[in-house]
C-alpha cells in the first residue's frame, strides 16, 4: 500500500473566538462555494459579489491567488492581514515553442528537477535552468560567496553573504510595493520585514494592484490577527467590519499526527497502531518504510530529502524507488517487504548526526507554518529533517541504492 495522502492537504480554520457565531455566509477557500460567489474554477467572474461586502482571513499563499479575483467582483472586499507576504514579479507567459524545442531533449525533466533542488539548496549547481524567482536568491548567494576571498572563508563569512543577498532580495520586494500601490499607508502595510525563506515566498502580478481598486480595503492588524468574529462581521484592532460573507484563507494543517491527517491510524504487526510507532517522532528509512509496517510504502518529504520547495522532486523519486522495490519482490516472489528496526536506526541516527532545520522558517522568522507560528513545535520536531549532505546528494544516493539491486536495509519474505 502506498500512502501519498499530501502533506498539504486538510483545510485548518482558524482558532478565532466567535467562528460559529456569525450569520451570514463563510467557507474555506479549499472549499470555494461558486453556487455563492458566482464564476467557476475556470476563472469566470464572481459575479454574484457585486452587491456583497466580503472578508478574506488571510493573506498568504492561496490569498494571493484569490484577492485579485475577489477585487474584480466584490462589491467591497476587506482583507484582513496579520503578516503581509512577500510578492514578487510572477511573469508568467506562454512558452516560446521554439525555445522549447531546443530544449526538450531528451531526459529534460528530470535534468530541471535536479537543476532545480540543486540550485534551491544551495548545490553543486553551475548553472540555473530554472531562472525563476525561487532561483533568484540562489544565484545571488552564490555570487556573493563566490566573490570572498578563498583565504579566511568561514561559515561565519558565508552566512553573512547569505544575510547580505537575502536583504538585497527583500529590498528589491519591499520596493515594487511603493512602485505599484498607489496609498502610502496601504504600501506600507503590505510590506514584508523577515527574510524571504520565513514565510513561503509568493509571486503575482495582480495581487498588489487589487489594492488599487477603491472597493478592496486592506486591514492590517499589526500582527495580532482577527480579534473575534461576531454574527455580522469581523473585529479587529476594536473595530467591527461589517460582512455579508467570510472567506478563511487561513491554509492547511501542518505537523499535526500523521493519523489525524490521513484520516486513518494504520495497523501493523501485532496490532501496532502507527500512532503508537511514532509517539515519540517519526521513525523511517528514507522516509519511507517503517519498521513493523510491512508492505507500507510513505510518500512523503520528511527525512528524505526534506525538500518542501519542489514537492514533486520528492514524489518522482519516491515513486521510482517503490517500484523498483516492488518489481524486485514479485521477481523473488516475495509477499511482504520490511525495514529492519535496525536500518531504521540507523537512518534516524544518520539525519541526527547532520545540521538539522535550515534557516527556512527558523524560531526567529515571523510565525507562519514554516515554524510552527512560532510555537514550540516539542520533542518530535527534531526528527522532520533531512538527509545531512542536502537533497542534491540524497536523490543520488537514492538512485544508486535501487540501482544496485539489494535494497539495503530491506527484508523481503
Given at each position: 500500500i502506498g500512502?501519498?495522502t499530501?502533506?498539504?492537504h486538510v483545510?485548518?480554520?482558524p482558532?478565532?473566538?466567535?467562528i460559529a457565531?456569525?450569520?451570514?455566509?463563510?467557507f474555506?477557500t479549499?472549499r470555494?462555494?461558486?453556487?455563492?460567489?458566482?464564476?467557476d474554477?475556470l476563472?469566470?467572474p464572481?459575479?454574484?459579489?457585486?452587491?456583497?461586502?466580503?472578508?478574506?482571513?488571510?493573506?498568504?499563499?492561496?490569498?494571493?491567488?484569490?484577492v485579485?479575483?475577489?477585487?474584480?467582483?466584490?462589491g467591497?472586499?476587506?482583507?484582513?492581514?496579520?503578516?503581509?507576504?512577500?510578492?514578487?514579479?510572477r511573469?508568467?507567459?506562454?512558452?516560446?515553442?521554439?525555445?522549447?524545442?531546443?530544449?526538450a531533449?531528451?531526459?529534460?525533466?528530470?535534468?530541471?528537477?535536479?537543476?532545480?533542488?540543486?540550485?534551491?539548496?544551495?548545490?553543486?549547481?553551475?548553472?540555473?535552468?530554472?531562472?525563476?524567482?525561487?532561483?533568484?536568491?540562489?544565484?545571488?548567494i552564490?555570487?556573493?560567496?563566490?566573490?570572498?576571498p578563498?583565504?579566511?572563508?568561514?561559515?561565519?563569512?558565508?552566512?553573512?553573504?547569505?544575510?547580505?543577498s537575502?536583504?538585497?532580495?527583500?529590498?528589491e520586494?519591499?520596493?515594487?510595493v511603493d512602485?505599484?500601490?498607489?496609498?502610502?499607508?496601504?504600501a506600507?502595510?503590505?510590506k514584508?520585514?523577515?527574510r524571504?525563506?520565513?514565510?513561503?515566498?509568493?509571486?503575482?502580478?495582480?495581487y498588489?494592484?487589487?489594492?488599487?481598486?477603491?472597493n478592496?480595503?486592506?486591514?492590517?492588524?499589526?500582527?495580532?490577527?482577527v480579534?473575534r468574529?461576531?454574527?455580522?462581521?469581523?473585529?479587529?484592532?476594536?473595530?467591527?467590519y461589517?460582512v455579508?460573507?467570510?472567506?478563511?484563507?487561513?491554509?492547511?494543517?501542518?505537523g499535526?499526527?500523521?493519523?489525524?491527517?490521513a484520516g486513518?491510524d494504520?495497523?501493523?504487526?501485532?496490532?501496532?497502531?502507527?500512532?503508537?510507532?511514532w509517539?515519540?517522532?517519526?521513525?523511517?528509512?528514507?522516509?519511507?518504510?517503517?519498521?513493523g509496517?510491512?508492505?507500507?510504502?510513505?510518500?512523503?518529504?520528511?527525512?528524505?530529502?526534506?525538500?518542501?520547495?519542489?514537492?514533486?522532486?520528492?514524489l518522482?523519486?519516491?515513486?521510482r524507488?517503490?517500484a523498483?522495490i516492488?518489481?524486485?519482490?514479485?521477481?523473488?516472489?516475495?509477499?511482504?517487504?520490511?525495514?529492519?528496526?535496525?536500518?531504521?536506526d540507523?537512518?534516524?541516527?544518520?539525519?541526527l548526526s547532520?545540521?538539522?532545520?535550515?534557516m527556512?522558517?527558523?524560531?526567529?522568522?515571523?510565525?507562519?507554518?514554516?515554524?510552527?507560528?512560532?510555537?514550540d513545535?516539542?520533542?518530535a520536531?527534531?526528527?522532520?529533517?533531512?538527509?545531512?549532505a542536502?537533497?542534491?546528494?540524497?536523490?543520488?544516493?537514492?538512485d544508486?541504492?535501487?540501482?544496485?539491486?539489494?535494497?539495503?536495509?530491506?527484508?523481503?519474505?
Open positions: 500512502l501519498g499530501g502533506p498539504l483545510p485548518k480554520l482558532g478565532i473566538p466567535g457565531d456569525f450569520k451570514g455566509h463563510s474555506h479549499s470555494w462555494d461558486y453556487a455563492y460567489t458566482g464564476g474554477p476563472g469566470a464572481m459575479e454574484r459579489l457585486a452587491d456583497k461586502r466580503v472578508a478574506i482571513i488571510g493573506t498568504g499563499a492561496t490569498s494571493v491567488q484569490a485579485p479575483h475577489l477585487a474584480k467582483t466584490a467591497r472586499l476587506y482583507v484582513f492581514q496579520r503578516t503581509p507576504s512577500s510578492v514578487d514579479v511573469a508568467n507567459a506562454p512558452i516560446d515553442p521554439e525555445w522549447f524545442e531546443g530544449v531533449t531528451p531526459g529534460w525533466q528530470q535534468r530541471w528537477l535536479e537543476n532545480f533542488t540543486a540550485n534551491q539548496a544551495m548545490g553543486d549547481a553551475t548553472e540555473d535552468l530554472v531562472k525563476d524567482g525561487w532561483t533568484d536568491l540562489s544565484r545571488r552564490r555570487a556573493k560567496i563566490a566573490a570572498l578563498r583565504e579566511g572563508l568561514s561559515p561565519q563569512k558565508m552566512l553573512a553573504a547569505y544575510e547580505d537575502d536583504f538585497e532580495k527583500m529590498e520586494i519591499r520596493a515594487r512602485a505599484i500601490v498607489e496609498d502610502p499607508q496601504t506600507e502595510k503590505l514584508a520585514w523577515y524571504q525563506l520565513c514565510k513561503r515566498p509568493c509571486f503575482h502580478d495582480a498588489l494592484q487589487a489594492f488599487n481598486n477603491p478592496v480595503t486592506l486591514v492590517d492588524t499589526d500582527g495580532k490577527g480579534e468574529i461576531t454574527e455580522t462581521g469581523v473585529v479587529a484592532a476594536g473595530t467591527e461589517p455579508d460573507c467570510i472567506i478563511y484563507a487561513s491554509g492547511f494543517e501542518v499535526t499526527p500523521f493519523q489525524r491527517r486513518f494504520l495497523t501493523g504487526r501485532g496490532g501496532l497502531k502507527l500512532s503508537q510507532a509517539a515519540e517522532g517519526m521513525k523511517t528509512k528514507h522516509g519511507t518504510h517503517v519498521h509496517f510491512p508492505n507500507a510504502f510513505f510518500v512523503q518529504p520528511a527525512q528524505g530529502a526534506n525538500l518542501i520547495s519542489n514537492v514533486p522532486h520528492n518522482t523519486e519516491a515513486g524507488t517503490i523498483a516492488i518489481r524486485h519482490a514479485l521477481d523473488r516472489g516475495a509477499r511482504e517487504v520490511e525495514v529492519t528496526e535496525a536500518a531504521q540507523a537512518w534516524v541516527d544518520l539525519l547532520g545540521p538539522g532545520r535550515m527556512m522558517g527558523s524560531s526567529d522568522c515571523t510565525p507562519g507554518y514554516y515554524n510552527n507560528e512560532g510555537q513545535p516539542g520533542p520536531a527534531r526528527l522532520n529533517v533531512g538527509y545531512p542536502g537533497p542534491s546528494a540524497y536523490f543520488r544516493y537514492l544508486a541504492w535501487r540501482s544496485s539491486g539489494g535494497f539495503e536495509g530491506l527484508e523481503f519474505r
